[in-house]
Structures are given as C-alpha cells and as structure tokens.
C-alpha cells in the first residue's frame, strides 16, 4: 500500500479564506483535532508576518501539546538582494525550532519578471540559497513551487530551473502549486510525470486550488502520476475558492485507491474532526459535502429506502461508519411505512416490518404534516413524536410558564425572557437577556435546567428558521427549525403554532429533549 503524505494548511492557507480568522486558541483546537486524525504534518502560518502565527509557535515551543503531528512554519525565500542568513523572514522560521519547514518561492517566468521584479537569475539564487541555508541548520525543507503549471506553460525551462535550484539547495520535497486554480488534472498529471522524469527519485508533493472545482480531482490525478505528497484544507477552507479538501480527498484515496494516508482506525473520526473544526472556524457546514455531510448519506425516496433496508450497499457507495458517519432517513407524508419503520428500527432495534406500532406512527406522521409539520427536515422532532405516540417519550422536565418580552434597544440584548420549569416536583425559576426573542428563551431555558442538567451548556442553537405554511396574514401559522449541536452531534426540532414565540418554544424545548434523550 503506497504511502501518501499529508500535509493540512487550514491554520495557513485556510485562513487566507473569506470570513475564516483564527484566534491563538481556535489553532490549538484545530492542531489537537488534526493530530487526533492522524494527520502528519500540519502547516500553522507565517511567524515572520503575522504575530498572531508568531505568538502560537512560541506557544508550541514553550508547551508542546501534540501527540505525534509536527507544526510546520511557512514563509518565503529570502528578499532579493539579502543573503539567506541575514534574512528576517528565514531566521523568524527557524527561530520555531520546528523540525520542517515549508517555504515557498516564483516557479513563474511571469511572476518573477511582473510580480517579484528581479531578475530570473537572482530568483534562483534567492530559492536555492534560502533553502541551502534551512536545511544546514537541521531542517527538512519542502518547497513549494509557486504557479509552477502556469510556468511550465509560460517559459518550461525556467520552471524546472526553480525545481533544481530548488534541490540544489537540499530541498526534501518539491510541492508543485496550482496557485490559481484554473488547470485541468489531465495539465497537472502530464507536468507531474515530467518533474518526476526529470528528477529521478525526487519527492513530489501537489498543492491545489479549487478556482474550477476540480482541486481534489487534480490532487487525485498528480498522486496517481507519483506525487507522495498531497496538501489540503479541512472543508477546502482557503483563498478565493479555497484548496483541496481534506475531507473528500482523504477517504476517496484511502478507501478507494488504496493508498495509505492515516491510520485505517482513524478514519472513522473524519466526520467528526470536519465537524469539529468547522465549528471553531464558526462556518456552517455544508451539509451535502461529500463522505462528512449532514445530508452524505440521508435517504428519502421509498425505493431508496426499501433498497437500503434490505442491502445498504443497494444506494451507498461506503459505509458511512468508516468515515464516522452514519445514514439517515428523510420522512415525509409521502414516504410510507417503509421509511417509518427504517426510522423506527433505529429507535427500536427489535421492531418488525409488520409491527402493528409502525401504522400508528405513520398514520400520525400523516395528520401532523397535514397540519404544516415537516418532519424530513427535522428528525429530533420525529424521534420525539414516535415515541411519544408509542408511549415511551421521556420527559425530563416541565415548562411551567414562560414570558418573552421584546424592546426597541438597539444594542445586543434588546430581549428577556423568564420561565418556570419543574424537574420531579423541584421547581426553577430563571430569567436571560438576549439577542432577540429567541436567543433569549434558548438562554433562560439552559440556564433553568442546567441546575439539574449540567449537560445542557455543552449544546446551543446553531440555525434557525421560520416559514409561513397558510395565507392567513398576520394570523398565519407558522414553522420554525431550529438546528442545535453539542460541536459533534447536530439535530433538527421544529415547532408550529400560529403564534411565531410558541413555535419557538416548542422546537428549542424539544431540542432539549432531544439532547438529554439521546446525546448527554
């Protein structure tokens, strides 16, 4: 089994993404979840040009906290004109005292002449010697070609000029970057065969961008041409459109190919890493990414589902469990029994396909969509149902009396709420400001029930949604999602009522239910 090694830039080049803004203690979170996956090398920003990178690597320096991945410095060659070790920029990456370094320098005739603005020959010196100087110091280079496929379009020679300076210098590997993103994978698998015909027995890594969508498909076509390296991005997080994402590349050449990357066992925590790391960065996920999405693996037709119940391979290409995922099924009125009882049989391993239960739930299912409910988009709501129709819902606590109030301030806690609840006869009373009406029930009821439940601070609201489902006005009924999670777990409850303050009491109070039913 060929080894593929990876090295992940979300804490680099991830964080050059829109709305993507690290804090010291979001890259700790994110190192210690990369390294729990298994990743080898994890590239943590430019110490010489952002002192927030700089504070986290002497961090690292002082306390080392990872397991058994290395923080990676990155920078560039040292200024035109500068000797390598008088350059602030390369001492700056040293001063890390991290074992690999990653720098990178113009692979681009263009880039050079236009962009850098030395001469050709100065460039090479500046590569070669900014590498030379790294590695007599003890460190493993790797050296990313910068627009190298756009210099071998642009002046061949000159590209793989870089590349020996490069090597010259006593460059470890030679990563090959598709900085714009815009070259098919059949361009980057020709110019990787060609570097590696050059360079007989030289490591070739690819760093991708994903400008056409294609950054995992022109990873996938390098490695497959002999690259050993591949860079990538936790939910393809990075400039512009972003780099090749971790989380489709890493399963598809270690289930699919054959290739080793991580651990086998370690696979089975990508959805959660994905999920995790998402979280700190505060991004939505994308719910239909592939292998790690919410949807990856949600089926809702009734021949899917009755494929599924009889052979999961029927409509699944892996099993979600070896990602860390798992399926699911999408419920409506229009699913029949089939899908209740493929639901069913996940709440109640020991149901039978003619169990006289799954009628009952699936005749309820029916009158309470006809009523505005959607339970496809809210499946905590529809695990609570089914069992309160079968008589087996746990209810933890009791809602006494709540009341919402809502003021004309315009700062961020222009709303309070207070609510009463009852747990086995003990009765809370409490009371929270917050952003708005429904921020501030959500805090009132966690603050109530975590006298009783300390769990509860471990989840929040993480979207919300409302939909008017009749025509009737300002009177009008209306459905509200709400999604929650604990960083790990997400679910979906749904309140409707035609007073908008009920619906969202109803589906923040089954989403308690639901965390304290079945995560806590």
């Known amino acids: 089994m060929m080894k593929i090694e990876l090295l992940d830039t979300t804490l680099r080049d991830g964080a050059q993404g829109e709305g993507v803004d690290h804090s010291v203690n979001d890259k700790r979170k994110i190192a210690l979840a990369l390294d729990r996956l298994g990743i080898p090398l994890i590239e943590a920003g430019n110490p010489a040009s952002n002192p927030k990178d700089r504070a986290f690597f002497e961090e690292a320096k002082k306390s080392p906290f990872l397991s058994q991945a290395i923080l990676v410095p990155f920078g560039s060659t040292c200024r035109g004109g500068v000797k390598a070790q008088k350059d602030a920029g390369l001492n700056a990456?040293?001063?890390?005292?991290?074992?690999?370094?990653?720098?990178?320098?113009?692979?681009?005739?263009?880039?050079?002449?236009?962009?850098?603005?030395?001469?050709?020959?100065?460039n090479l010196r500046m590569i070669e010697k900014s590498v030379a100087y790294l590695?007599?110091?003890?460190?493993?280079?790797?050296?990313?070609?910068?627009?190298?496929?756009?210099?071998?379009?642009?002046?061949?020679?000159?590209?793989?000029?870089?590349?020996?300076?490069?090597?010259?210098?006593?460059?470890?590997?030679?990563?090959?970057?598709?900085?714009?993103?815009?070259?098919?994978?059949?361009?980057?698998?020709?110019?990787?065969?060609?570097?590696?015909?050059?360079?007989?027995?030289?490591?070739?890594?690819?760093?991708?961008?994903?400008?056409?969508?294609?950054?995992?498909?022109?990873?996938?076509?390098?490695?497959?041409?002999?690259?050993?390296?591949?860079q990538t991005t936790i939910g393809g997080v990075g400039e512009r459109c972003g780099n090749t994402n971790l989380n489709t590349l890493l399963p598809t050449l270690q289930l699919k190919m054959g290739y080793s990357l991580i651990p086998d066992e370690n696979l089975t925590l990508l959805t959660e890493t994905a999920r995790e790391v998402l979280e700190v960065m505060n991004l939505q996920p994308n719910p239909r990414s592939p292998y790690v999405g919410y949807s990856a693996f949600a089926h809702k037709g009734g021949m899917h589902i009755d494929g599924m119940m009889k052979n999961s391979a029927s409509f699944e290409h892996i099993k979600p469990e070896l990602v860390g995922n798992r399926t699911r099924f999408l419920l409506s009125e229009q699913v029949g029994r089939a899908g209740v009882y493929a639901r069913l049989k996940r709440l109640m391993p020991e149901i039978q396909r003619d169990d006289p239960r799954i009628k009952r739930v699936t005749e309820r299912l029916k009158r309470r969509e006809l009523r505005?409910?959607?339970?496809?988009?809210?499946?905590?709501?529809?695990?609570?149902?089914?069992?309160?129709?079968?008589?087996?819902?746990?209810?933890?606590?009791?809602?006494?009396?709540y009341h919402v109030l809502s003021s004309t301030r315009h700062d961020d806690r222009n709303a309070q709420a207070y609510i009463k609840i009852s747990v086995d006869g003990q009765e809370e009373i409490n009371a929270a400001e917050g952003d708005g009406p429904v921020n501030a029930?959500?805090?009132?009821?966690?603050?109530?029930?975590?006298?009783?439940?300390?769990?509860?601070?471990?989840?929040?609201?993480?979207?919300?949604?409302?939909?008017?489902?009749?025509?009737?006005?300002?009177?009008?009924?209306?459905?509200?999602?709400?999604?929650?999670?604990d960083g790990y777990n997400v679910w979906t409850t749904m309140g409707v009522s035609p007073d908008i303050i009920q619906a969202c009491f109803v589906a923040l109070r089954d989403s308690v239910e639901y965390f304290l039913s079945f995560i806590a």
Request: net charge negative; with cysteine; charged share 25%.
């Open 441 to 485: 029930l959500d805090l009132a009821i966690r603050k109530a029930l975590r006298v009783f439940y300390p769990s509860v601070e471990n989840m929040h609201l993480r979207d919300f949604k409302v939909r008017v489902i009749d025509s009737g006005g300002t009177a009008s009924t209306v459905r509200v999602l709400i999604e929650s999670t």
């Open 372 to 401: 505005g409910y959607a339970y496809e988009t809210a499946d905590g709501s529809f695990d609570l149902m089914a069992l309160d129709t079968l008589g087996k819902r746990k209810h933890f606590f009791e809602v006494k009396d």
């Open 135 to 230: 590695a007599s110091e003890g460190r493993r280079v790797l050296f990313d070609a910068e627009h190298f496929f756009d210099g071998i379009i642009h002046d061949r020679e000159y590209a793989l000029e870089a590349l020996r300076a490069a090597l010259r210098g006593g460059a470890d590997v030679l990563v090959l970057c598709d900085t714009k993103g815009g070259m098919l994978p059949e361009t980057l698998r020709s110019a990787t065969c060609e570097v590696l015909a050059a360079f007989s027995g030289t490591k070739v890594g690819i760093h991708c961008h994903d400008d056409m969508g294609l950054a995992v498909a022109g990873s996938i076509a390098c490695i497959e041409a002999g690259a050993t390296m591949a």
């Open 93 to 122: 990456l040293l001063q890390t005292e991290q074992p690999v370094i990653s720098i990178f320098g113009k692979a681009d005739i263009l880039q050079v002449t236009d962009v850098l603005r030395v001469t050709p020959q100065e």
